[in-house]
């Protein structure tokens, strides 16, 4: 009895040892999880997954949905003809290609009707819960999609998947330049992030083509949505978007019809779209022109851009490194990227083998790469310094601009090359690239704009909207009012200059000089 009473003692102390080891593992991690560098770290870690789910899942569908309603369609005519009615196979055939252009370009369609109201929802409610909403709405159409067997089951989960797209994409980007407010250190999370959009996007049509070929329809869409199970759980844990303690004096973001007016903004927009356009021109079209010209077999169709993965990911490394060094060349590396992916777009159907059409593949995506991670930190800085530095709707205008070229491909570029030909398509995507290129010298002095105190009495020409204005407001006063009755030239206020900043006179803002003047001496260095 004795040594059983010890065994049973022995065996409740080491429990209890390893539960405290275990509490204080807890604690240490939650100590860890509060430190705001890691934490920081944890968030673009969950914002890239999600990135990456997104664009595997707007790819994943092309090696599979073809040949899943091809045979749909098989079984039906199968059943028909038991029946004794048939239809015209060549009408049938020709339906079929719109109804895939369609089901393709639907989930481009609805994000781009979707993100004006999604920037504005985010504006005001944070990052946080928009990105768990749309990591929701996609679990949710992509489990559709793992169960669906008709058309209009598979339309609706693509839709669905737009919606989800609108809000995790554009939260996602937005939370990454708000944690980033370091030029550099936004450029290189932003380089991370297009990173993980260039490998869900390249990397998917074979992944998905792979386990549809030998584990069915369901398991690559199942795979996903567990991905994107854990990733909302990490939203869920590591954010805690229903804490109540995220941004709740957040200011008014700038309205979304003021950005997209913007002329610095409207040329970035304009740039991404025109950028993107090769790529999703030619995802839609390129299978059959390989097939008619150079006999290409299904696996080289199926990994015709993964090689294009490594050079965009080089130039996501080079430009987030040119930018460190030369930040007022950002305009630069964009119009260099546009005449790369113009020339790279017109030679692609001079190719007469698989291994001479990666090469211009491969200039199509490093220049998207550089246009990509050049510009879209320029839209956050244009924000800073023109604008409230709230993020979200102006990368859901980033957002409608990549939704523009995509909406546009699986329905435009199937009639152009039916109505022109192949060849006419490519030299006009590389025509509109290099054309577009010197519109990006209007963005040659953004470098150039300082730091400003005010957000909406200087640089908005608004009221105060809200309690939050009006107390932020007034501290500036005070402290500008201080700092000049006892002419002290320290910048120590507290106040974070990385947010909002005031463009110089040159930039056509001549109202402001005078009030410029007298803050540039406590405001802080000029940005570089």
């Known amino acids: 009895m004795n040594a059983e009473a010890g065994s049973a003692g022995g065996l409740a102390r080491s429990a209890a040892d390893k539960l405290s080891e275990m509490g204080e593992r807890t604690k240490q991690l939650s100590a860890a999880m509060r430190d705001p560098q890691r934490q920081r770290r944890i968030i673009l870690v969950i914002v890239c997954v999600a990135l990456l789910l997104d664009n595997m899942l707007y790819m994943v569908i092309v090696p599979i949905i073809p040949d899943y309603l091809a045979d749909l369609e098989n079984e039906q005519a199968e059943l028909e003809h038991a029946n004794g009615t048939s239809s015209g196979a060549s009408g049938k055939s020709g339906n079929l290609d719109i109804q895939i252009?369609?089901?393709?370009?639907?989930?481009?369609?609805?994000?781009?009707?979707v993100n004006p109201l999604s920037g504005t929802f985010i504006d005001r409610v944070g990052y946080d819960v928009p990105l768990l909403i749309g990591l929701t709405v996609m679990f949710l159409s992509t489990c559709i999609f793992a169960f669906g067997e008709n058309y209009a089951t598979l339309f609706f989960a693509r839709s669905l998947q737009g919606l989800g797209s609108a809000f995790a994409d554009t939260s996602g980007l937005a939370m990454i330049a708000d944690k980033y407010t370091e030029e550099a250190e936004r450029s290189r999370a932003l380089g991370i992030a297009l990173a993980f959009i260039s490998f869900g996007s390249l990397v998917a049509p074979p992944f998905g083509g792979v386990l549809y070929e030998f584990a069915g329809k369901r398991v690559p869409f199942l795979v996903l949505a567990f991905v994107c199970l854990v990733d909302g759980f990490l939203v869920l844990v590591v954010i805690r978007p229903f804490s109540g303690g995220t941004r709740p004096n957040m200011p008014v973001g700038t309205p979304i019809y003021r950005l997209m007016v913007d002329p610095y903004i409207a040329v970035v927009a304009g740039a991404l779209t025109v950028c993107n356009i090769p790529l999703a021109f030619l995802e839609p079209t390129i299978a059959n022109w390989m097939e008619s010209t150079m006999h290409s077999t299904q696996w080289q169709m199926g990994l015709t851009w993964l090689p294009a993965f490594f050079p965009h990911v080089l130039g996501v490394y080079i430009t987030v490194k040119l930018a460190a060094r030369h930040p007022n060349l950002q305009w630069f590396y964009g119009a260099l990227g546009m005449v790369i992916i113009g020339a790279s777009s017109c030679t692609v159907p001079a190719c007469k083998s698989f291994g001479q059409l990666i090469a211009p593949l491969c200039g199509i995506c490093f220049g998207i790469a550089l246009v990509d991670t050049a510009l879209l930190p320029t839209l956050a800085f244009l924000v800073d310094v023109r604008h409230v530095s709230v993020y979200g709707s102006v990368y859901a205008i980033a957002d409608i601009s990549y939704s523009v070229a995509y909406a546009m491909g699986p329905i435009v570029a199937g009639q152009i090359v039916h109505y022109l030909g192949f060849v006419q398509l490519n030299l006009g995507m590389g025509l509109v690239n290099v054309l577009y290129a010197p519109a990006l010298l209007l963005l040659r002095n953004v470098c150039q704009m300082r730091p400003s105190y005010s957000e909406r009495d200087t640089l908005l020409e608004e009221p105060p909207q809200g309690l939050y204005d009006t107390i932020r407001m007034e501290e500036r006063r005070a402290k500008k009012k201080k700092k000049k009755n006892q002419n002290d030239d320290d910048d120590g206020n507290g106040y974070n200059?990385?947010?909002?900043?005031?463009?110089?006179?040159?930039?056509?803002?001549?109202?402001?000089?005078?009030?410029?003047?007298?803050?540039?001496?406590?405001?802080?260095?000029?940005?570089?």
């Open 497 to 528: 200059t990385a947010g909002n900043r005031l463009p110089v006179d040159e930039n056509g803002f001549d109202a402001f000089k005078s009030r410029r003047t007298q803050s540039e001496d406590s405001s802080g260095a000029e940005f570089t």
């Open 101 to 113: 252009g369609v089901l393709f370009a639907s989930k481009a369609i609805l994000q781009l009707l």
